[in-house]
């Protein structure tokens, strides 16, 4: 019998960086270059959910991210199509992306029987910290009670910081990575504690890779872009 593949959505998570000329450009150019760029975002909107975080000052690689999350992968492609188009675009380098698709995990059960949609519904925190994850090939070799069993404490670390809430999403085959995943939280202080006792849990043993981290504030994207000066 043929794998069911379960429902889901797909999710891009897509850094830029002004490059120096953006600064040597006449302001009125700028004004509008960011207008284009701002009104081919908008044009998908309804498409789409966008949100936007500054990276500005909190590493020195990147400037902003996209956060960006659709049904399909589709009009996620023609979101950075569009963007490309514009006059922004020269000016800035997409320094990362990291391409993911949500579904239900192998760890936590359904509250259902029901087959379940994972969708990507971000919330309002202020921050949102975000990294590549890859984990070892013997992890995945493990039986898979015993997967859950680590498991099981690494997600009771979790929930005792229920402030911070947690967006994973699969990579396997279209990305370099495993997993995207993505804490949103109003407090980098707490974010650091949560971190520090995930990798006291036994199943972090088995992890290869979780960098870039990247820390990312959450604000209007009109705001963003005039921050890049």
């Known amino acids: 019998m043929a794998e069911q593949t379960p429902p889901g959505m797909c ?19 700028r004004s509008r270059a960011i207008a284009e760029y701002l009104a081919a975002v908008d044009d998908f909107q309804r498409r789409l959910t966008i949100r936007a975080y500054s990276t500005l ?19 996620i492609q023609q979101l950075m199509e569009a963007l490309r188009r514009t006059a922004l675009a020269p000016y800035l380098d997409n320094t990362y992306s990291y391409l993911a698709v949500t579904r239900e995990s192998q760890y936590v059960k359904a509250h259902t029987e ?16 975000v990294y590549p994850f ?17 498991m099981a404490e690494h997600i009771r670390a979790g929930h005792k910081f229920p402030a911070i ?4 999403a699969y990579s396997f085959g279209l990305d370099d990575q495993d997993f995207v995943v993505a804490f949103e939280g109003d407090d980098p202080k707490e974010f650091v504690t949560l971190l520090m006792r995930l990798r006291e849990t036994e199943a972090s043993r088995y992890t290869v890779r979780d960098t870039p981290q990247h820390t990312c504030a959450r604000k209007p994207l009109e705001e963003i872009l005039a921050a890049l000066g």
């Open 134 to 150: 890859v984990k070892t090939r013997e992890w995945y070799l493990l039986p898979m009670e015993e997967r859950r069993r680590m």
């Open 11 to 29: 999710t891009l998570y897509t850094f830029f960086k002004a490059t120096p000329a953006w600064l040597l450009l006449p302001k009125a150019d």
């Open 114 to 129: 029901d087959e379940v949609e994972v969708t990507m519904q971000p919330g309002q925190s202020r921050y949102l910290f």
């Open 165 to 168: 809430r947690i967006n994973t």
């Open 57 to 75: 000052g909190l590493r020195r690689d990147t400037d902003f991210l996209l956060w960006v999350s659709s049904r399909e992968m589709e009009p």
